[in-house]
């Protein structure tokens, strides 16, 4: 009888519900494809018919192992695969009595202990933030109440496409059965109640208090009455500065909606399926491990407004905490401001360094949001990059999370580093018109979903990948030793865009950019790109074995017609057979894509440079010696890794592509007329634009500057000059920040110094540099920028 009313409520339940699966990574390969090397025990924290249901339902249609398969070994048999750690008595749930199905496992034969593993798993009925609200919100959604019958069939019926199975973390079994009985089976039921409950806090976020009584602390908290009272003493009136106070919270705090949350959800699984070919993220599974112990602060990089959406839509639906996101005030405008509120957004001016009642405010709340272990996200950058490249890290918002992760909170934080890729950016336009000149228009997400057309076109794929997570407590202790107090924050920055970068997404129409735009017309034979297309492929599979940076596989020639689909790729059927290139808005607009991934690159393409235009080999130790000199300001510039520890793989690497050719221990550059040559010289192309823009710097001191203004002031118009003389393609190329970023990483590193009397001095290794500059520079470059600088001075 059980079983017939089993298989009836299991019919009527599949009828109703659609239940998504989450966490299926962390499911054995074997679960899966049904070998035996690896058992699965599902871990249930209440015991519930409709949860099972639920579980088999998504087992079954993922084709994985069933619940209710029976597991066995040569001397022990049990008829179903899971058990629950709650168990009900006298109407209430308790663990007075373990289980008896978990009691066998712990006592099974040692061979079957050693090939099963425990998965814990969470079913949310609708997920909620709190249990805050209406009573029907309380009915219909998730929260930390333990879910009873009545709420159930509520939530059967309105939630049925709205129930997330995530599965956790596998516990092998094995490991938490050794020893004495009675302490793996209290060692075994803490940690799976530990996890359980940790899926709980990821999927729902942490128990808030009401929005009222949250803000009110905020308020009330020292950092604000110190602000208060510092108004009151120069002439303020107290209750207008706490009405002030309590406005300007209102005005930053989000307010986390259940119900928007899936109508915003609804629309953007809609508005996605429209626009583009697929969503991608991977590293997950780091999000989920770091996630135990620490709270998380996402730091993604910022390349659209989609951004905002992209990240929290995906955390979403793989069954993750949504972040409360920091967003312009720009943003907080009549309908969209309180949509994005309520989708967990909170608005902070662009500065506020002019009101101290202001920035205390804000400086509490993200302290509150962040002890109560909530999730953030924010942007290092600030905001858009306009060129592709990674903006240098702004310290507002990682100096606050310092100062928090200093002051004391009950979990440590985690910079999680997020890589956005797009494959077509739907701000395209605006940002072509700006490449290309025009002011910055002001920004505004509304921008995106004015010209309903956007649904019309294919905007190819996004991928999302998710970095190692930088450990602020760890990382804090580990600089504290070799870092002054003073260099911390400038550190912390550079190292969460060096974790972005470290796990970019390097797809068809990045790698279509690194080929046609280091040619000198924006133009090439189908079959040379082809060729320098699977060249990069190879060069980067060998240059990142352990797969942080991802490359799109696919064939070159069907990379080829994948960018012409997109329409940034054009195609003339010559006589001598088919020639690639872009017209010249998309050459500009390619730029970016290129920018986005440059940095994959940097160290082949720097040895390139040092050797396409060497006519006698090279030693590996002088042609490192070379590099070194150079390679710490490219890396500094490009937002990656400044150590030569991957010299020696480079080299390697170039050399199995056919790059480079090694006798004796020298090394040099292919035969001229050999196709291997061109190909070194396409790499070499990659950095030699900003290895002339260094060079412009260090020659214009050698010249002579009276400071360091007079000297970014007199590069940039050289650059301006050669841009537009020597058709440079890259309008990154004359940008002001990246020489003031340039002349500071000389002034860093005690190349240059500024003197009141002498104006700058440099050191002697600069006449080195220019020196060594006759076998990197182009000639006609070179010459052009000697013959600049003296029109500049005369």
């Known amino acids: 009888?059980?079983?017939?009313?089993?298989?009836?409520?299991?019919?009527?339940?599949?009828?109703?519900?659609?239940?998504?699966?989450?966490?299926?990574?962390?499911?054995?390969?074997?679960?899966?494809?049904?070998?035996?090397?690896?058992?699965?025990?599902?871990?249930?924290?209440?015991?519930?018919?409709?949860?099972?249901?639920?579980?088999?339902?998504?087992?079954?249609?993922?084709?994985?192992?069933?619940?209710?398969?029976?597991?066995?070994?040569?001397?022990?048999?049990?008829?179903?695969?899971?058990?629950?750690?709650?168990?009900?008595?006298?109407?209430?749930?308790?663990?007075?009595?373990?289980?008896?199905?978990?009691?066998?496992?712990?006592?099974?034969?040692?061979?079957?202990?050693?090939?099963?593993?425990?998965?814990?798993?969470?079913?949310?009925?609708?997920?909620?933030?709190?249990?805050?609200?209406?009573?029907?919100?309380?009915?219909?959604?998730?929260?930390?109440?333990?879910?009873?019958?009545?709420?159930?069939?509520?939530?059967?019926?309105?939630?049925?496409?709205?129930?997330?199975?995530?599965?956790?973390?596998?516990?092998?079994?094995?490991?938490?059965?050794?020893?004495?009985?009675?302490?793996?089976?209290?060692?075994?039921?803490?940690?799976?109640?530990?996890?359980?409950?940790?899926?709980?806090?990821?999927?729902?976020?942490?128990?808030?208090?009401?929005?009222?009584?949250?803000?009110?602390?905020?308020?009330?908290?020292?950092?604000?009455?110190?602000?208060?009272?510092?108004?009151?003493?120069?002439?303020?009136?107290?209750?207008?500065?706490?009405?002030?106070?309590?406005?300007?919270?209102?005005?930053?705090?989000?307010?986390?909606?259940?119900?928007?949350?899936?109508?915003?959800?609804?629309?953007?699984?809609?508005?996605?399926?429209?626009?583009?070919?697929?969503?991608?993220?991977?590293?997950?599974?780091?999000?989920?491990?770091?996630?135990?112990?620490?709270?998380?602060?996402?730091?993604?990089?910022?390349?659209?407004?989609?951004?905002?959406?992209?990240?929290?839509?995906?955390?979403?639906?793989?069954?993750?905490?949504?972040?409360?996101?920091?967003?312009?005030?720009?943003?907080?405008?009549?309908?969209?401001?309180?949509?994005?509120?309520?989708?967990?957004?909170?608005?902070?001016?662009?500065?506020?360094?002019?009101?101290?009642?202001?920035?205390?405010?804000?400086?509490?709340?993200?302290?509150?949001?962040?002890?109560?272990?909530?999730?953030?996200?924010?942007?290092?950058?600030?905001?858009?990059?306009?060129?592709?490249?990674?903006?240098?890290?702004?310290?507002?918002?990682?100096?606050?999370?310092?100062?928090?992760?200093?002051?004391?909170?009950?979990?440590?934080?985690?910079?999680?580093?997020?890589y956005l890729g797009y494959e077509k950016l739907v701000e395209a336009s605006s940002y072509l018109s700006e490449l290309r000149g025009a002011d910055k228009k002001k920004e505004s997400l509304l921008d995106v979903f004015r010209n309903l057309k956007l649904i019309r076109q294919n905007f190819g794929q996004v991928s999302v990948n998710i970095g190692k997570p930088i450990k602020l407590d760890e990382w804090l202790a580990e600089q504290a030793a070799c870092v002054e107090a003073g260099d911390q924050l400038p550190a912390l920055g550079r190292e969460v865009l060096q974790r972005i970068n470290e796990c970019a997404n390097v797809n068809a129409v990045n790698l279509v950019a690194l080929v046609t735009l280091a040619t000198p017309k924006v133009a090439i034979e189908e079959v040379r790109l082809a060729a320098q297309i699977d060249c990069y492929q190879r060069l980067l599979t060998a240059l990142h074995p352990t797969n942080a940076i991802a490359v799109c596989t696919d064939a070159p020639g069907e990379v080829i017609s994948y960018v012409e689909q997109l329409g940034l790729l054009h195609r003339d059927d010559e006589a001598f057979g088919p020639v690639l290139g872009h017209d010249p808005f998309t050459a500009v607009l390619m730029t970016w894509y290129r920018n986005n991934v440059v940095h994959v690159l940097a160290l082949p393409s720097l040895v390139a440079c040092m050797l396409v235009k060497r006519r006698r080999s090279i030693s590996a130790s002088r042609l490192r010696e070379m590099v070194s000199t150079v390679y710490p300001y490219l890396a500094q510039e490009l937002s990656c890794n400044p150590s030569l520890d991957g010299f020696d793989a480079c080299l390697e690497a170039m050399v199995e592509a056919g790059l480079l050719v090694r006798e004796d221990g020298q090394y040099a550059s292919p035969d001229r007329a050999a196709s291997a040559n061109l190909q070194l010289s396409l790499l070499a192309n990659l950095v030699s634009q900003t290895l002339e823009r260094m060079f412009i710097v260090i020659h214009q001191l050698s010249e002579g500057a009276a400071d360091c203004e007079e000297l970014r002031s007199k590069s940039q118009v050289i650059a301006q000059k050669m841009s537009r003389l020597y058709g440079i393609n890259a309008p990154e190329f004359a940008d002001a920040r990246l020489f003031d970023q340039f002349i500071e990483s000389l002034m860093a590193k005690g190349m240059l110094s500024a003197d009141a009397e002498q104006g700058l001095t440099y050191d002697p290794g600069i006449d080195q540099v220019l020196r060594a500059a006759e076998f990197v520079i182009d000639p006609e470059i070179r010459h052009g920028v000697l013959s600049a600088s003296n029109l500049t001075h005369h």
């Open 1 to 418: 009888m059980k079983g017939f009313f089993y298989r009836l409520f299991r019919a009527i339940i599949r009828l109703i519900a659609r239940p998504s699966l989450t966490g299926a990574d962390n499911l054995p390969a074997a679960a899966g494809d049904g070998v035996a090397d690896t058992e699965v025990v599902y871990v249930l924290l209440n015991r519930a018919l409709t949860d099972v249901i639920m579980l088999d339902l998504v087992t079954t249609d993922h084709e994985i192992v069933s619940p209710l398969t029976a597991l066995e070994d040569d001397s022990f048999r049990e008829n179903s695969r899971f058990f629950c750690l709650y168990r009900s008595k006298g109407g209430r749930m308790t663990m007075s009595t373990h289980s008896e199905r978990m009691l066998r496992l712990l006592d099974a034969p040692a061979a079957l202990k050693q090939r099963t593993v425990l998965i814990p798993v969470s079913v949310f009925w609708g997920r909620a933030m709190s249990a805050e609200g209406s009573v029907l919100k309380n009915l219909t959604s998730e929260h930390w109440a333990v879910t009873g019958r009545f709420k159930r069939l509520l939530n059967l019926l309105i939630n049925r496409r709205n129930i997330f199975v995530h599965t956790g973390r596998p516990i092998a079994l094995h490991e938490v059965a050794a020893g004495d009985q009675k302490i793996a089976v209290r060692r075994t039921a803490r940690l799976l109640r530990v996890r359980l409950r940790q899926q709980r806090i990821n999927a729902l976020g942490p128990d808030f208090s009401h929005r009222r009584t949250m803000l009110n602390q905020v308020v009330e908290s020292r950092q604000v009455r110190e602000a208060i009272d510092g108004e009151v003493a120069d002439g303020a009136k107290r209750h207008k500065s706490e009405r002030r106070a309590l406005k300007y919270a209102r005005t930053i705090a989000s307010d986390m909606s259940h119900p928007t949350i899936r109508v915003l959800a609804s629309l953007l699984r809609w508005f996605w399926t429209k626009i583009y070919n697929g969503l991608e993220v991977t590293g997950l599974d780091q999000v989920e491990e770091v996630g135990a112990t620490h709270s998380l602060v996402y730091v993604p990089s910022h390349r659209s407004h989609l951004d905002y959406l992209l990240l929290s839509y995906l955390l979403y639906y793989r069954g993750f905490m949504i972040p409360h996101i920091a967003a312009g005030d720009n943003l907080n405008v009549p309908i969209l401001g309180p949509l994005l509120r309520r989708g967990g957004a909170f608005f902070m001016r662009r500065s506020f360094r002019d009101d101290p009642l202001y920035a205390a405010v804000f400086n509490e709340y993200l302290y509150q949001v962040y002890r109560r272990g909530h999730c953030v996200e924010f942007f290092p950058e600030g905001g858009r990059t306009r060129t592709g490249r990674l903006l240098p890290a702004k310290m507002g918002l990682l100096k606050m999370t310092v100062d928090h992760q200093q002051r004391g909170l009950p979990k440590p934080l985690a910079l999680v580093p997020v």
